[in-house]
C-alpha cells in the first residue's frame, strides 16, 4: 500500500521560514518523481517543486530562489526548505510522486499525501 505522509507545516509570519517533510513507503521511491504542490482557497492546485528520480531539479518561478526540495532515497523522503516566504504561499502544500512523470500537471501523479497547511502571515 502506498503511503506519502507530509509534516512540518504551520504559521509563520511574512519572511520566515519552515521546512516541510514528506515519508513514503509501499513502492520502489528511488525511481520515482517526487514533488510538491500547493493549493491555496479557490485556486488550482501548483506545481512548486520536482526531484525527477535521475536527479533534475526544477522549481515554480513563484518559489524559484527561496524553495530548496532535497530527497533522501536511503530513509524514502523529500523535503520542502522554504525561506523568505510570503502570504501568497499560504496553502495546503502536497507530496507526491510519480514513476513516470514529472511535471508541473497534478494529473500525472498517481501518488498524493494528504497535505500539511502553511499559513503566512502580513
Known amino acids: 500500500q502506498v503511503q506519502l505522509v507530509e509534516s512540518g507545516g504551520g504559521s509563520v509570519q511574512a519572511g520566515g521560514s519552515l521546512r516541510l517533510s514528506c515519508t513514503a513507503s509501499?513502492?520502489?521511491?528511488?525511481?520515482?518523481?517526487m514533488a510538491w504542490f500547493r493549493q491555496a482557497p479557490g485556486k488550482k492546485r501548483e506545481g512548486v517543486a520536482y526531484?525527477?528520480?535521475?536527479?533534475?531539479?526544477r522549481y515554480s518561478n513563484s518559489v524559484k530562489g527561496r524553495f530548496t526540495i532535497s530527497r533522501d532515497n536511503t530513509k524514502n523522503t523529500v523535503s520542502l526548505e522554504m525561506t523568505s516566504l510570503k502570504p501568497e504561499d499560504t496553502a495546503m502544500y502536497y507530496c507526491?510522486?510519480?514513476?513516470?512523470?514529472?511535471?508541473?500537471?497534478?494529473?500525472?501523479?498517481?501518488?498524493w499525501g494528504q497535505g500539511t497547511q502553511v499559513t503566512v502571515s502580513s
Open positions: 507526491a510522486a510519480d514513476e513516470r512523470h514529472c511535471t508541473k500537471s497534478p494529473s500525472d501523479f498517481a501518488y
Open positions: 509501499g513502492y520502489s521511491y528511488s525511481r520515482h518523481c
Open positions: 526531484f525527477s528520480a535521475l536527479g533534475t531539479i
